[in-house]
């Protein structure tokens, strides 16, 4: 049976499963990037897959914009793998929500647990917004995590092979359900991440939205070397070269890949990723990353 497989990442997490799961089910691999240029989008495969990480406990914005180009989605056999480092939070039930409007479904969800890569807050209430940091993950506690993917993925391959159906992962967390059904990310949440960017305007943009607007915290230091690698490696080509130095241009997934892939470390955000340990999948590496950020 015939199936297509699109996957969105800033990493490698995200690509380095959608890679595995295709070798083993012998699907086609796609990056969502390489046809976001499209008006339109439809498929005559049997299946349809899409890998993606979870950010704040949802979808990334490239997802919901990916969803609603498609067409003809009530006939394939739809298939999603949330990659997350913290909670899979209610992204799956999100994305079925979009296929929906677009006369789909999601036939079968699951996860994979994987190296956490974005900001966390430190455990202090002094200058809360700018305490956040990027989270480092023991090197033991990534190979644990590194360690167990291959086996969830089998159990996944096989599912998606014999189409089974349903959620295969954790639903959220009640706190999680109660904090969505009262929109608090729309209101509180989307202050507080912009606040932590440093933006004090405010916007008409929802949550998912306004994330574009949080680069306004990306900054080379003095270790750049103007190699132009972040603007490369960007997937949604957010980053131009001015002069030889990244310049952000407000079309942000904050999927953090120019701060992770930088080759000298100097991209920061704000103060959150001064001195703090870089993280990229070790089974993916740059020219992995510059051809998912290609176009087709």
């Not at 699907?27 to 390489?34: E, G, K, P, W, Y």
């Not at 915290?217 to 270790?223: H, I, V």
Request: glycine share 6%; aromatic share 10%; hydrophobic share 40%.
């Amino acid at each position: 049976m015939s199936t297509e497989i699109y996957y969105f990442s800033g990493t490698g997490n995200s690509l380095a499963v959608a890679r595995d799961i295709a070798e083993k089910i012998g699907a086609s691999l796609h990056a969502m990037t390489s046809v976001m240029d499209r008006e339109r989008l439809s498929t005559e495969a049997e299946a349809l897959g899409m890998v993606f990480p979870v950010y704040h406990k949802s979808i990334p914005l490239i997802l919901k914009r990916f969803v609603q180009k498609w067409e003809g989605l009530e006939q394939p056999y739809i298939f999603a793998v949330c990659v997350y480092g913290d909670t899979p939070g209610l992204a799956l039930q999100h994305l079925d929500k979009l296929l929906q409007a677009r006369e789909g479904q999601l036939a079968a969800g699951f996860g994979v647990h994987l190296p956490y890569n974005y900001l966390t807050p430190a455990l202090t209430l002094r200058n809360f917004y700018s305490a956040f940091t990027l989270r480092e993950v023991p090197v033991e506690e990534q190979q644990a995590l590194l360690a167990s993917a291959p086996e969830e993925i089998e159990k996944i391959a096989a599912s998606i092979s014999a189409r089974e159906t349903g959620v295969f992962v954790a639903i959220a967390d009640p706190l999680t359900r109660l904090a969505d059904a009262i929109d608090l990310y729309e209101s509180l949440g989307k202050k507080v991440w912009l606040k932590i960017a440093g933006i004090d305007a405010p916007t008409e943009l929802s949550f998912l939205e306004s994330r574009q607007l949080m680069d306004e915290a990306f900054y080379a230091d003095e270790a750049c070397n103007n190699c132009g690698v972040c603007a490369k490696i960007c997937p949604v080509h957010n980053i131009s070269m001015v002069d030889g130095r990244p310049v952000w241009q407000h079309r942000c997934e904050q999927c953090f890949a120019c701060v992770h892939w930088c080759p000298q470390e100097a991209l920061q955000f704000g103060r959150a990723t001064v001195g703090k340990l870089r993280y990229h999948h070790p089974d993916v590496n740059l020219p992995d990353m510059v051809r998912a950020a290609s176009r087709d």
